[in-house]
C-alpha cells in the first residue's frame, strides 16, 4: 500500500526544502517538521490500551494513562533517514532507533550496506526510514536486512518518491505499507529525483 500524506503544512515546508537557496539549517528543520507531521498518518492505525497507572486531571477526575501497544523502532538508512529521526521521536518518545547504513554508488547507483544495528525489542513495528525513495535500491536492501533479523511488521517511511522507486519496493516487499510526503515525477540521468530536492544527504549536513 502507497500512502501520500498530503497536508498545506507539509506541501508549504516541501517547497522551503526544494529551494535550491535553502541553506542546511532551514533544510533540517524543515525535513524534521514534516516527518513529525507524517507521523500522524505514519501511526494513524497502532491501538492503544488503559495501563495501570492513574492520571488525575485538574478538574479532579482520574483516568488511567493510554501506551501504545506497539514498541516502535525507527531504523533511519544512513545518512540522510538521520535527518527525520527527530521529528518522529518528538511524536513518539518511547521509539527506540537504531541505524541501517547503506549508500549509494555513484556510477552503478546499486546500494552497499555497511553497517546494521537495531534494539533488541519483541515484535516491534520497525519503521524504515530514508527521505529519497528514487530508484528504490536502498530502501529494498535496508528492508531485507530488517528481515533478515527476524523482524515482520516493517513499514517504510520517505519523504519524496518516484513511481519506479515505489513499484520496486512494492514488488520485493509486497507486505511493507510506504508513506510518502510526495511522488515526484521521475528520475533523471543520473538517479536524482525530479523535481526532487538534491541530494538529501549533502543538504543536511552541508557537504557540498
Ligand atoms: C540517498 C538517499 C537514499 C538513496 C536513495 O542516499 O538518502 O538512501 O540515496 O536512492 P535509491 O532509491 O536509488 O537507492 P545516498 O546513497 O546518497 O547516501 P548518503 O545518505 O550517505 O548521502
Ligand atoms: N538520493 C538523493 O539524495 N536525492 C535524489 O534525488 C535521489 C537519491
Redesign the pocket.
Known amino acids: 500500500m502507497l500512502t501520500i500524506v498530503k497536508h498545506p503544512l507539509i506541501e508549504v515546508k516541501l517547497d522551503i526544502m526544494r529551494d535550491e537557496n535553502t541553506k542546511a539549517k532551514e533544510f533540517r528543520e524543515a525535513l524534521e517538521e514534516i516527518a513529525s507531521l507524517m507521523s500522524f498518518e505514519v501511526f494513524k492505525d497502532i491501538k492503544t490500551h488503559e495501563t495501570e497507572e492513574i492520571i488525575k486531571t485538574p478538574t479532579g477526575i482520574e483516568l488511567h494513562k493510554h501506551r501504545l501497544d506497539k514498541k516502535i523502532i525507527l531504523a533511519p538508512?544512513?545518512?540522510?533517514?538521520i535527518g527525520m529521526v527527530d521529528g518522529v521521536r518528538k511524536m513518539i518518545p518511547t521509539a527506540r532507533t537504531g541505524h541501517i547504513g547503506?549508500?549509494?554508488d555513484e556510477e552503478t547507483?546499486l546500494?552497499h550496506e555497511y553497517y546494521f544495528k537495531l534494539p533488541k525489542v519483541e515484535n516491534p513495528l520497525v519503521v524504515v526510514i530514508?527521505?529519497?525513495?528514487?530508484?528504490?535500491?536502498?530502501?529494498i536492501d535496508a528492508i531485507s536486512a530488517v528481515k533478515k533479523r527476524g523482524y515482520t511488521d516493517i513499514r517504510l517511511m520517505c519523504l519524496v518518491g518516484v513511481p519506479q522507486?515505489v513499484k520496486a519496493v512494492q514488488t520485493a516487499h509486497p507486505d511493507v505499507n510506504i508513506y510518502l510526503a510526495s511522488l515526484d515525477e521521475k528520475l533523471n540521468e543520473k538517479?536524482y529525483i525530479l523535481p526532487g530536492l538534491g541530494?538529501?544527504?549533502?543538504r543536511i549536513f552541508g557537504t557540498k
Open positions: 538508512i544512513l545518512r540522510a533517514g547503506i549508500f549509494r547507483l546500494p530514508d527521505p529519497m525513495l528514487a530508484t528504490g535500491g536502498s530502501a522507486g538517479g541530494d538529501a544527504g549533502d
